[in-house]
């Protein structure tokens, strides 16, 4: 049992799939409260790895000349690979609401495919990397009727 706890306890090849994540990316935000333009805003995401490179700690600077819905918007979150449970996890804390986010998710190659709840609707998140300078993150709703529509895209660009 001791030797689980170590083997599970660091970092496997899974976290240094993170590695291109790291570092400070510009970030232009769409986001869609319903049919027509997007509310456009930009901001300033800071990446670390944490506790010996196990997770992916992010700070989310909304810039204040930002236009948008959420005027001084800040984000914490923390997302990494759970080795006993042998999937990824997040979890995402910001000022537009007091709700705990926690997501779970896929990987299948430069795609991660995570899963929540926010109220009354389930959430689907779609992070792309499209090279070491870039991601993209697709969040998408499904309404009580089972209709998915995309309410936000985040494209980030290394600072």
């Known amino acids: 049992m001791a030797d689980d706890c170590e083997r599970l306890s660091g970092p496997g090849e899974e976290h240094a799939l993170l590695e291109p994540f790291v570092g400070t990316f510009r970030a232009e935000v769409r986001m869609w409260m319903g049919p027509g333009d997007p509310m456009v805003s930009t901001g300033t995401m800071k990446n670390t790895?944490?506790?010996?490179?196990t997770f992916l700690e992010q700070v989310y600077d909304g810039d204040e000349s930002s236009t948008g819905p959420?005027?001084?918007?800040?984000?914490?979150?923390?997302?990494?690979?759970?080795?006993?449970?042998n999937r990824w996890e997040g979890?995402?804390?910001d000022t537009a609401s007091t709700m705990i986010q926690?997501?779970?998710?896929?990987?299948d190659g430069d795609t991660w495919t995570m899963l929540g709840e926010v109220p009354s609707m389930q959430k689907k998140s779609v992070i792309r990397l499209v090279d070491p300078d870039h991601h993209v993150m697709e969040m998408y709703f499904v309404d009580p009727e089972g209709n998915e529509f995309k309410g936000m895209e985040i494209a980030y660009a290394r600072a």
């Open 49 to 53: 790895m944490i506790f010996g490179d």
């Open 102 to 107: 926690t997501d779970t998710g896929t990987r």
């Open 91 to 93: 979890v995402w804390i």
């Open 70 to 85: 959420f005027p001084d918007f800040k984000g914490r979150g923390y997302w990494g690979f759970n080795r006993h449970m």
